[in-house]
Nanobody, 114 residues
């Protein structure tokens, strides 16, 4: 599966951004799709994951602010981010899991200024 992320950028604290990840395979057949992020000097962490058979999961730090969803018309998984804070600054990576194989997108930079 090839994943192409887009939508990152620079935004002021309190602002919003929407990330989109287009997949090369039919997303109806991908069990898990999600977003991770990695800030400088930190490990990559899960931000949100959408599961075909279960409710979405979110990191505690983004609950109530971020929403993950699949757009079947675009064949993508999107991450709507609201009330962004400087601590959300990171490179965001799209992820998918097909059976036991993980696939990653190229990453998109999100920078939140205070």
């Amino acid at each position: 599966v090839q994943l192409q992320a887009s939508g990152g950028g620079l935004v002021q604290a309190g602002g919003s951004l929407r990330l989109s990840c287009a997949a090369s395979e039919n997303i109806e057949r991908i069990a898990v799709m999600g977003w991770y992020r990695q800030a400088p000097g930190k490990q990559r962490e899960l931000v949100a994951a959408d599961h075909v058979e279960n409710a979405p999961t979110y990191a505690d730090s983004v609950k109530g602010r971020f929403t993950i969803s699949r757009d079947y018309a675009k064949n993508s998984v999107d991450l709507q981010m609201k009330y962004l804070q400087p601590e959300d600054t990171a490179v965001y990576y799209c992820h998918s899991r097909v059976r036991v194989v993980d696939f990653w997108g190229q990453g998109t930079q999100v920078t939140v200024s205070s």
